[in-house]
């Protein structure tokens, strides 16, 4: 399965889901993909996906539909403090998932340590529930079960290596993204508080 493809599938299933989703050829490829509002593009903030989509998670109502985070291995190697942190605040409605093909994608393809590091068990022993898929249906499947979990849950997604060709570059000016994103959040959320 290739990165934009798992992207085409979470987009279908995400319409109505805060979506945060890691940088550069990951939000590149899912703007190409589908564009909305619900999308929160965390532009040059390599890593951050899991704190900030925790944090909103134990920011919105709960029932609402879960808060999804888009993350890649390396992203979730930089700051991987996020599993045990989600794993302890435990949020109902969280679900991250992990694009992992093995390698820094945007900038070379170096690899990352996830050859060796078992990213969906280190999860599991922060106390987040996982369900692991490497093919489109197998995304849709899983990800469907991890909705009707409460609590942090994790779908750890094996893809290949590569960027899609000829994808355009992001140039939303990023208060732009958070302005629509906070919009589309209080509209459809009805997010409580001075800050969404
Ligand atoms: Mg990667």
Redesign the pocket.
């Known amino acids: 399965m290739k990165r934009i493809e798992a992207l085409g599938v979470l987009a279908g299933l995400t319409e109505r889901h805060p979506v945060v989703v890691t940088c550069a050829a990951t939000s590149r490829e899912l703007a190409s993909v589908r564009d909305r509002d619900n999308h929160l593009y965390l532009l040059d903030a390599m890593g951050l996906v899991g704190s900030v989509a925790t944090g909103l998670a134990l920011s919105v109502d709960p029932s609402a539909p879960k808060v999804v985070g888009i993350e890649?291995?390396?992203?979730l190697l930089m700051n991987p403090n996020v599993l045990p942190t989600g794993g302890y605040l435990a949020p109902s409605n969280l679900l991250l998932v992990l694009?992992?093909?093995?390698?820094?994608?945007s900038t070379g393809a170096l690899p990352?340590y996830?050859a060796r590091i078992d990213l969906e068990r280190l999860a599991a022993a922060a106390g987040w529930t996982t369900r692991r898929a490497d093919t489109p249906d197998g995304l849709r499947a899983a990800f469907g079960e991890l909705l009707t979990v409460t609590g942090p849950a994790f779908l750890y997604a094996r893809i290949e290596e590569g960027n899609a060709q000829g994808i355009e570059k992001l140039l939303i000016d990023p208060v732009t993204i958070t302005g629509r994103f906070t919009r589309w959040l209080r509209e459809v959320h009805a997010v409580s508080g001075a800050d969404a």
């Open positions: 890649g291995d390396g992203s694009l992992d093909n093995g390698v820094y994608g990352t996830s």
